[in-house]
Nanobody, 123 residues
Framework: QVQLVESGGGLVQPGGSLRLSCAGS????????IGWFRQAPGKEREGVSC????????YYPDAVKGRFTVSRDNAKNTVYLQMNSLKTEDPAVYYC????????????????WGTGTLVTVSS
C-alpha cells in the first residue's frame, strides 16, 4: 500500500524555522517527484516546492523562494522541507504529494497525497 506521511508541523514564532518530513511507505521515493503544498482555511491549495526524481531539479514559487528548501534523504526514504524565516502568511496544513512525472506533481494533479501536518505561525 502506497502511503505518504508528513510530520514536523507545529507552532513557531514569526521568523522561526521548522523542518517538515514526508516519509514514504510501500514505494521508493527516489523514483518519484515530490511536491509540497499548503492549504490555509478559506484559501485554495498552493504549491510551495517540488523536487524532481531525475536530476534533482527544484521549484519554488516567489512567495517562499529563498526561505524554503526541499531535499531528499533516499536512505531514509524521506523528503524534507526546511522552512526558515516563517511569516504570518505561512500558516496552513502542509501536504506532500508524489508522482513519477515532475510536471504532474508541480500541477498538483497526482493521486498520491499525504494527510498533512499543521503549521502555525504566531507570536
Amino acid at each position: 500500500q502506497v502511503q505518504l506521511v508528513e510530520s514536523g508541523g507545529g507552532l513557531v514564532q514569526p521568523g522561526g524555522s521548522l523542518r517538515l518530513s514526508c516519509a514514504g511507505s510501500g514505494f521508493t521515493l527516489d523514483y518519484y517527484a515530490i511536491g509540497w503544498f499548503r492549504q490555509a482555511p478559506g484559501k485554495e491549495r498552493e504549491g510551495v516546492s517540488c523536487i524532481s526524481n531525475s536530476d534533482g531539479n527544484t521549484y519554488y514559487p516567489d512567495a517562499v523562494k529563498g526561505r524554503f528548501t526541499v531535499s531528499r534523504d533516499n536512505a531514509k526514504n524521506t523528503v524534507y522541507l526546511q522552512m526558515n524565516s516563517l511569516k504570518t502568511e505561512d500558516p496552513a496544513v502542509y501536504y506532500c504529494a508524489a508522482d513519477r512525472d515532475y510536471r504532474t506533481v508541480v500541477a498538483g494533479m497526482t493521486d498520491y497525497w499525504g494527510t498533512g501536518t499543521l503549521v502555525t505561525v504566531s507570536s
